[in-house]
Every structure is written in C-alpha cells, then in structure tokens.
C-alpha cells in the first residue's frame, strides 16, 4: 500500500476510534435496528418461498447494508469539515497524486463500514441467525466491500463539489431513504407490487441485500439471478471509483 494512502487511511481511523460517541452511535444503531425490530417482528415472517425463516435472518443482511450505505455515503461530511479546516488543502499542494488521497479516504470509510458489518453478523448469530460457513463468509465480506466501495465513492463525489457541511446531510439524506427503502431491506422484493419491482432493478443497493441474504442465508432462494447480483456490483463499484476518482481529482478549494 502506497505510504500517503496509509497515511491517509491511518489519520481517519485514529479520527474515528478518538470519537467515542460516534463509534457508539455508529455500532449501537445498527444493532439496536436488529434487536428491536428484528425481535419484535420476528413473527411476521415464518415461511417464504418454502424456507423457514423468522424475520431476524431476514433482516439481517439487510441491516448489513444499511450500514453500509450510511457509513458509505457520509464518509463525504470528514472531507467537507477538513475543506473548512484547511487540511484538506494541505492534502492537495502535498507531493502526492490527488487519486491516492481519495483512495485512502475511500479506504478508512470502507474499513469502518466492514467492521460494523463483521459485529452486526456475530451479534446476529446470537439471536439466532445462521452462520454462513467459511465460504460464505469470505463471499459476504466481499459484497459488503463492493457495496461499501460503491456508497463510499458517491458519498466523496458529493463532498467534491459541496462546500457546507450542515447542507451534505439533507442533501445525502435525499438519496439515501429510496435507496434503502426499494432495495428489499425490510420485506421481500418478490411480494411487492411489480411497479415496486421494477425500481428495485435500478437500485444498486437491492443487488447487494439479495446478494448477501443468498450467501448468508445459504438456502435462500436468490431475487436476481447470483450472477447478475455479482456483475451489477463490480460494475457499479468500479464505475463510483471512477467517478469519484475523476471528481476528487477536479476539485477546486
């Protein structure tokens, strides 16, 4: 790794862990989402498709992405406070390429985003969620990158060309709720109007919560075909590096 990436990716963890109220909000609202409404709604769902599943298994890749998609997308609110700082100019004139310090931010954002997700999924195996395997595990970690990659990237692209970071939030919060909400995080994709269905083929999102309740789940019989989830992801994932590459490179102070 090159050393101002590490750099870069070592000053914003060390951010992070200093923050102790962040990292208590950012891990305890996840597992609050799994524990409260998972247990509570644990009923509502006992058999799909033939399987027997209670809401919690359900919804736990779900909730993986949801803090995927929010620790992702308000990665962008660190490099707004350090364009008001002025570290993020210092950054800039330095003698290294502007691609290696969104590279390193993209990193420490997507290094918080895998974290949350690895407690969520050993929080889930005590409520009862089944443990995926080796296999699958290694699969889910690479789908939670892919999808943190993807939210990490748009979330830089928007601090790119914003200055305010008390605006980042609404504006953020504006793509994050349909994102979440048509992506089968919380009911089943196939039950719902087909309207409904036909959005949730233009949501990236829906890709990664389909993805990850098949290699979790195991027996879970898959929405998109696994091939698809796996090729929209990589193609989505790389097209927001590229994009968020080319906006951070462009951006003016």
Do not use: C
Request: proline residues 5%; hydrophobic residues 55%.
């Amino acid at each position: 790794m090159e050393s101002s990436i590490y750099t870069l990716w070592l000053r914003d963890m060390k951010r992070f862990i200093r923050s102790e109220l962040r990292v208590a909000t950012e891990f305890i609202r996840p597992l609050l989402w799994l524990g409260i409404i998972g247990v509570g709604l644990s009923s509502a769902i006992t058999e799909m498709k033939g399987l027997s599943i209670n809401f919690i298994s359900f919804m736990t890749p779900g909730i993986l992405a949801m803090s995927l998609l929010f620790q992702g997308m308000f990665t962008g609110i660190a490099i707004l406070w350090d364009k008001r700082f002025g570290f993020m100019k210092e950054i800039l004139v330095a003698p290294i390429s502007r691609v290696s310090a969104m590279v390193g931010k993209m990193m420490g954002g997507a290094t918080i985003g895998i974290i949350q997700g690895i407690i969520i999924m050993i929080f889930a195996t005590f409520l009862g969620v089944p443990f995926p395997g080796i296999t699958g595990l290694v699969q889910a970690l690479i789908l939670m990158l892919l999808i943190s990659f993807s939210f990490v990237s748009i979330g830089i692209s928007f601090a790119s060309q914003m200055d305010d970071p008390e605006t980042f939030p609404a504006v953020i919060n504006f793509f994050i709720m349909p994102l979440f909400f048509l992506s089968g995080a919380m009911f089943p994709i196939r039950t719902a109007p087909n309207w409904l269905q036909t959005l949730a083929h233009f949501n990236p999102l829906a890709y990664g919560v389909d993805g990850l309740r098949t290699v979790i789940l195991g027996a879970w019989e898959p929405y998109f075909p696994i091939w698809m989830t796996w090729g929209v992801l990589i193609g989505f994932s790389t097209t927001l590096i590229l994009i968020g590459s080319y906006l951070f490179n462009h951006m003016e102070m």
